[in-house]
């Protein structure tokens, strides 16, 4: 009896010193060369890989991002102009590798709206693309309307986030082109992508 518990009472220590290392960068141009290695603090349990491409016109950015993260969830979301990838793992240094630039190339026969800022299109779901998504960012004073499809375990996660951290609201619906078709006046594309990975991701 007295070896079990001095079993248990060993793994217990050991489990309790044991920190996830993560990778971690931040890749604006598109690469991790020189990713560091990150002892992730308490209550991060999960290593997280991004990459977001966006197109504008014949401009094309891709921003890869790796990290520690507290919940992180596989997934994809579809603006129209921006897409993001993330992949998550629960390992140490698991997110060696980058999350794909394209889950999936093949249309899943889903459809949502997807807005600018001056007019409204319709953008092809792919792959775990499931949802589509209509999310109210709150920067400062500045309100942002994001449209597109997601995959159900991102949505789940923003809306957590957005709840939490009264960040604006984020709802999520099952149906072709359940998102609404209206437009806001106010067009800043690259912004509302940076703002929603930021929620997304803190």
């Given at each position: 009896m007295d070896l079990q518990i001095s079993v248990f009472l060993l793994f217990v220590v050991f489990t309790?010193?044991?920190?996830?290392?993560?990778y971690k960068c931040m890749g604006r141009n598109g690469s991790c060369v020189g990713q560091t290695v990150k002892t992730c603090p308490s209550g991060s349990s999960q290593c997280m890989s991004l990459t977001m491409v966006t197109?504008?016109?014949?401009?094309?950015?891709?921003?890869?991002?790796?990290?520690?993260?507290?919940?992180?969830?596989?997934?994809?979301l579809n603006l129209g102009s921006s897409k993001s990838t993330y992949s998550c793992c629960d390992t140490d240094l698991c997110n060696v590798q980058d999350a794909p630039d394209h889950p999936s190339i093949f249309p899943n026969g889903k459809k949502c709206f997807s807005c600018d800022g001056q007019s409204c299109s319709t953008v092809s779901c792919s792959g775990t693309e499931d949802r589509c998504v209509k999310a109210t960012a709150i920067y400062g004073d500045l309100s942002v309307l994001l449209k597109g499809c997601v995959s159900k375990s991102i949505c789940d996660a923003a809306v957590t986030a957005f709840n939490n951290f009264n960040l604006g609201s984020v709802t999520c619906c099952e149906g072709n082109l359940c998102n609404g078709a209206q437009s806001v006046s106010q067009?800043?594309?690259?912004?509302?992508c940076s703002l929603l990975s930021y929620f997304l991701l803190h």
């Open positions: 309790a010193a044991h920190s996830l290392s993560c197109q504008i016109g014949n401009i094309s950015r891709e921003v890869k991002v790796k990290d520690c993260y507290p919940a992180c969830q596989n997934g994809s067009s800043f594309l690259f912004l509302c």
